[in-house]
């Protein structure tokens, strides 16, 4: 099996110097790719004279991940793509796990393996953690993350199961699907759109897959931190826009409306908190809902494998009213 490991990169000579000496070590059984979103910088002469194997592919503009990604991804040649952030260490057989899941059946679509914290490394991390999932107001949270509650990993996820979305921070998937099932959304930038492109993936009738046997260690934040308002208009529009692409029935309608009185209600616990730039960046957020809206309608396809995507109603009112922290509870 021909594994492409493809790091996105812009500007980010620091955590190439960092993180890549990992990368290289222990992924003797694929292909390093460094995908360059048009740096400024000196990463790619630092890539070229210290590590050498790792191969180059240069995009013409920073279309952000989602553009990034599907440009570099064009241009390269694998069985299996491992979509990996630049601020990510890799352990030791870290894809010997993924390579076995992927042989023992071609209905395997996407592979996400443990994702725990660099900074803490017996918890997990927050993109991704032990495995995806949504609730039915279309609310992300993870095995091992709900929300800013993390947990400290004790085994307890250690198995390999199916899950609803990988993690863009390490998201294996195979060439011809991601091909098969439109690539990654573009209108999305960044954020959530590789929630949109499993979606589409479980919609396609393929199956996706955490693997607690193999580990890796995120950073996370280096691209935008949680801090930036930048990313709170791009979750909370993103995530509007893909519960209207792919959901299905006249119902979606009517969570949008609730979705819409929740997200006044965060904006308000921004205010609360002091960082009224997120209250304004949701107000964006909705204004851009309104003007993308047209065009992500029209994005709307039948399927005729429409699985259920959400394993309980609404985590919010789990997590906020009924006190219930950890996905065990749920």
Same mark, same amino acid.
């Given at each position: 099996?021909?594994?492409?490991?493809?790091?996105?990169?812009?500007?980010?000579?620091?955590?190439?110097?960092?993180?890549?000496?990992?990368?290289?070590?222990?992924?003797?059984?694929?292909?390093?790719?460094?995908?360059?979103?048009?740096?400024?910088?000196?990463?790619?002469?630092?890539?070229?004279?210290?590590?050498?194997?790792?191969?180059?592919?240069?995009?013409?503009?920073?279309?952000?991940?989602?553009?990034?990604?599907?440009?570099?991804?064009?241009?390269?040649?694998?069985?299996?793509?491992?979509?990996?952030?630049?601020?990510?260490?890799?352990?030791? %057989?870290? #894809?010997?796990? =993924?390579?076995?899941? /992927?042989?023992? @059946?071609?209905?395997?679509?996407?592979?996400?393996?443990? *994702? +725990?914290?660099?900074?803490?490394?017996?918890?997990?991390?927050?993109?991704?953690?032990?495995?995806?999932?949504?609730?039915?107001?279309?609310?992300?949270?993870?095995?091992?993350?709900?929300?800013?509650?993390?947990?400290?990993?004790?085994?307890?996820?250690?198995?390999?199961?199916?899950?609803?979305?990988?993690?863009?921070?390490?998201?294996?998937?195979?060439?011809?699907?991601?091909?098969?099932?439109?690539?990654?959304?573009?209108?999305?930038?960044?954020?959530?759109?590789?929630?949109?492109?499993?979606?589409?993936?479980?919609?396609?009738?393929?199956?996706?897959?955490?693997?607690?046997?193999?580990?890796?260690?995120?950073?996370?934040?280096?691209?935008?931190?949680?801090?930036?308002?930048?990313?709170?208009?791009?979750?909370?529009?993103? %995530?509007? #826009?893909?519960? =209207?692409?792919?959901? /299905?029935?006249? @119902?979606?309608?009517?969570?949008?409306?609730?979705?819409? *009185? +929740?997200?006044?209600?965060?904006?308000?616990?921004?205010?609360?908190?002091?960082?009224?730039?997120?209250?304004?960046?949701?107000?964006?957020?909705?204004?851009?809902?309104?003007?993308?809206?047209?065009?992500?309608?029209?994005?709307?396809?039948?399927?005729?494998?429409?699985?259920?995507?959400?394993?309980?109603?609404?985590?919010?009112?789990?997590?906020?009213?009924?006190?219930?922290?950890?996905?065990?509870?749920?």
């Amino acid at each position: 099996m021909n594994i492409a490991v493809v790091i996105l990169n812009w500007n980010g000579r620091s955590l190439l110097e960092q993180f890549l000496p990992s990368i290289v070590k222990y992924s003797k059984e694929a292909t390093v790719y460094l995908a360059d979103n048009a740096s400024t910088d000196d990463s790619i002469d630092f890539v070229k004279t210290s590590f050498p194997e790792v191969k180059i592919v240069q995009n013409e503009v920073n279309g952000g991940y989602a553009k990034g990604y599907n440009d570099a991804l064009a241009k390269i040649d694998a069985d299996v793509y491992c979509l990996l952030n630049s601020d990510v260490e890799v352990t030791e %057989n870290w #894809l010997l796990p =993924v390579i076995e899941t /992927f042989k023992s @059946s071609e209905n395997i679509a996407a592979v996400q393996p443990k *994702i +725990l914290d660099y900074k803490k490394k017996n918890y997990f991390e927050y993109a991704g953690a032990a495995g995806g999932f949504m609730d039915k107001l279309g609310y992300p949270f993870c095995r091992g993350r709900i929300f800013d509650t993390l947990e400290e990993d004790k085994g307890q996820y250690n198995d390999t199961t199916d899950i609803f979305w990988a993690s863009g921070a390490c998201l294996f998937i195979r060439k011809s699907v991601f091909e098969e099932t439109g690539r990654l959304d573009e209108d999305f930038f960044a954020h959530q759109e590789e929630i949109d492109l499993c979606w589409r993936i479980r919609n396609h009738g393929y199956d996706i897959k955490y693997i607690g046997s193999s580990e890796v260690y995120h950073l996370g934040g280096a691209t935008l931190n949680t801090l930036n308002p930048r990313k709170t208009f791009l979750n909370f529009r993103n %995530n509007l #826009l893909m519960m =209207v692409k792919n959901s /299905f029935g006249v @119902s979606i309608w009517f969570i949008i409306f609730i979705r819409m *009185i +929740l997200d006044g209600v965060a904006g308000v616990k921004y205010i609360v908190e002091g960082k009224p730039s997120h209250c304004l960046a949701i107000l964006k957020a909705h204004f851009s809902f309104y003007k993308n809206l047209p065009t992500f309608v029209k994005k709307r396809k039948k399927s005729t494998d429409r699985r259920k995507y959400y394993t309980v109603s609404s985590v919010v009112w789990q997590y906020y009213i009924l006190n219930k922290k950890l996905f065990n509870h749920l």
